[in-house]
């Protein structure tokens, strides 16, 4: 691996590490900013009900960005999450590059009580954009799938 | 000195409800012997078995269940316990079998239910094990609309007969194409059974939605076109017959009701409760439908299908599918607050320290009349035995039904 490489596969394990530190300080605006502007975001599970991987999510930027930024109008979980990720498994292929992430969130209740709330993958596509890195798709495989409780917060 | 929250309100029994018929375990075991074992149920969708051979394996009150397509293209349902040692005889929620073997001693079962081969069958010769009397346990099943049903009760009438005139709205929607389970997902809710059917009845909680309070201009509005409406047996429902477009251009969505059902009109909407705990909800391009099975009093297991038209193109598809899980995914406008909802109720329910709850709105049908629920929980009363105000009272003449 060149040096340039390293460098590249350094950036984008930062860029997805930061993208779930954003979630955790839910500053949410700032994570839309993200996805490259055709970017999708995708939220998938395997149904064994069904024998097929279903979405349960799936916006592109300009719709997702409506979206998210409606979330304080709703009602919502009070529940705080926390992102717990793996080292991201990345490779990088001039502007592009792709990354595989093992995740957790937990979920402490305002009264301090803490649970895992969801395990997955992190299954990403990103584009060098100017001097940094975007999501084309940022693609969030749950294998959790009887979630405790309903967020419109992304995962 | 009494607690003046279990202090009956100064209104008619049919107005109000105890909150101990959510709480107490005795009225859910209750529940499961003269409801849940005595009216149709809900399993699946056809669609989750197109070939001969597939099958799903679920729940009803609380007794596992097979449910298959066998050779001739019919669908059964057996319970789903051999009847050697009571292992069960699948042990995945679907797939594709030619016979069922079970795991354990390798007993085997045609997909008609009937023991074919038991291993090693020397050692039973000498008590004359009769294996025509050891098939698979059957259930009652019967399918109307694409929908399947079980019931418990040999007694009890036919589906279609139980279910009566609550089918014609969903007539359209339903069984005018094949249509699909396009999408998945379930929960475990805190919270009891009823409150998520009470949930899904009755629409003054339209207030808990920030997207139904820009969409649907009939939520906050003194009269509607869209109409409350009963029928026998505790069924109900809630759609218009002339012009009532949910406006999903106030809200700022567009292009996501493309490929609009037979039958429905375009933004139309329209909500079916079967009693005791089926819920179909259409939203004009897309179909959802909630089947609980109850764990116990305090935890409700959800399902939510998401149906749409089997042989859609892949555009048509991925409309239907933003549309449902714009609403009704688990990230959706709506579901969590649902959720959330329920979930606080009865956290407070548990508690005990507010007895009852109001169900005194008349509104002549509109849409924020609490009417369906007062004849949902007149016809619980009547299968129970038990007001649903005064669940525990002795003498059986309180008993409003
Ligand atoms: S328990 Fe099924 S074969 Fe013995
Ligand atoms: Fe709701």
Redesign the pocket.
Known sequence: MSYENLVDAFEVQQFIQRTASLLNAEKLSEWVQQFDAAGTYEVTAYSTELGKELAWWKQELPLLQKTISEVPRHVRDPARRLHVLGPPLVSVTGDEARGETAFSVFRTLPTGETSLFAVGRYLDELVRVGSGWRFSVHRVQLETRVLDAFTHLPL | MQNPGHLPPALPPSHYLDNRIFTDPSIFREEQERLFSKVWQFVCHESELPNSGDFRTTQVAGKPLIVVRDESGSIRSFFNVCRHRAAEVVRSESGNVRSFTCFYHHWNYGLDGSLRVVSKPEGYERACLDKAALGLVPVRTESVLGLVFTCLDPDAPALQEYLGDILQPLQGPLGSVPMQVIHFHKAVVKANWKLWQD??SERY?SM??TINRSTQPWVLGKSSPMKLRLFPNGHSGYWSDGEAAVAYERGGYTNVTGGTLPGMRDNEMRVVNFFPDLMVNIRSNVVRIDRMSPIDEQHTMIEWRGLGVADDDAETRELRLRHHNMFWGPAGR?LP??LIAVESQYRSMRADAVRYSILAREEDLNPTDDANLRAYYQEWGRLMGRSASAPFARDAQEVTS
């Open positions: 949930n899904n909680h808990l939605h709506n607050e649902d």
